[in-house]
């Protein structure tokens, strides 16, 4: 069967592709960048991508936030969109970027004991072990990032943004005789 053949309701072998490449690239990857708003923030100077960690499950990344401990979640509302970019585990470089439908699931609904199910498999250092989905339910939100189907295209230029102003400093040059001191044989007395 060719994509010509298909019904006019049935998704195209490109479509397929590149749900596929969504879903392979989002499973493998240890982090996603997220940027609310839209497929337009990609291109705002305003908001920022931030990395977090999240897991594939059912069509959709699942991440958990927003509350002590937790990774922060700005921008991303329940009903809104958001640009998700996908780099790979092996070089870190930018594999897809693809637009994301909100969704933030209701505390201990069918949908919310899923996904938390799966979070809490992936969620290392947690503080208070089984009683984390707890925590969750009240003082956190899960949110799913589904797909819409619209591949973003790679940006053209260098997207890296300056570093955030901070009073944190370098470390100050090593002084020239440490290497000296450290490396040099001592000598062995003779007998």
Known sequence: MTADSLPADSPTSDALLEAALVEEATKKSGLIWVRGGGAD?????????????????????????DGPGEQPLPGLVGGGSAVVTVRSKDKGGRLVGWAAHVVELVPDSPEWESAVAELKGKRLNAPDGE????????????LRLEPTGTILPLPDGDLA???????ATTRQPVPAAVPRLLFTRRKRGKG
């Open 161 to 167: 943004r300056a570093p955030v102003a901070t009073s």
């Open 41 to 65: 923030a990609q291109q705002s100077p305003g908001g920022a991508s931030r990395a977090l960690w999240h897991v594939w499950h059912e069509g959709a990344a699942c991440v958990v936030g």
């Open 131 to 142: 009683a984390m989905p707890a925590r969750w339910a009240r003082e956190c939100r899960v």
